[in-house]
Nanobody, 116 residues
Framework: HVQLVESGGGSVQAGGSLRLSCAAS????????IAWFRQAPGKEREAVAA???????GYTHSAKGRFTISRDNVKNTLYLQLNSLKTEDTAMYYC???????????GGQGTQVTVS
């Protein structure tokens, strides 16, 4: 049974930083592609960053240079470091596990990031 529990969100001023965490259970994060997504009010959910099994990381244009994805294989936890935050980064952030075929499995409630 896959469980993903996001935490670490909050309210910050523009230019600030946050570190999001995603505690995983029911699978091993190092053996799957794991990603962060976000969804702003009134907008579709969008991918932010991902890390694949061999450790290669990918970022969308909006995240590159400001966000850093990482994982702790011992803690079975995924992280997303958010730096130089902008008001447009305001969204609910979710982590997800690749289930194959380009589809992702979401299991958490998300964590809210609000930038003012």
């Amino acid at each position: 049974h896959v469980q993903l529990v996001e935490s670490g969100g909050g309210s910050v001023q523009a230019g600030g930083s946050l570190r999001l965490s995603c505690a995983a259970s029911g699978f091993t994060v190092s053996t799957y592609c794991i990603a962060w997504f976000r969804q702003a009010p009134g907008k579709e959910r969008e991918a932010v960053a991902a890390v694949v099994t061999d450790g290669i990381k990918g970022y969308t244009h909006s995240a590159k240079g400001r966000f850093t994805i990482s994982r702790d294989n011992v803690k079975n936890t995924l992280y997303l470091q958010l730096n130089s935050l902008k008001t447009e980064d305001t969204a609910m952030y979710y982590c997800a596990k690749d289930r194959g075929g380009g589809a992702y499995e979401f299991g958490g409630q998300g964590t809210q990031v609000t930038v003012s």
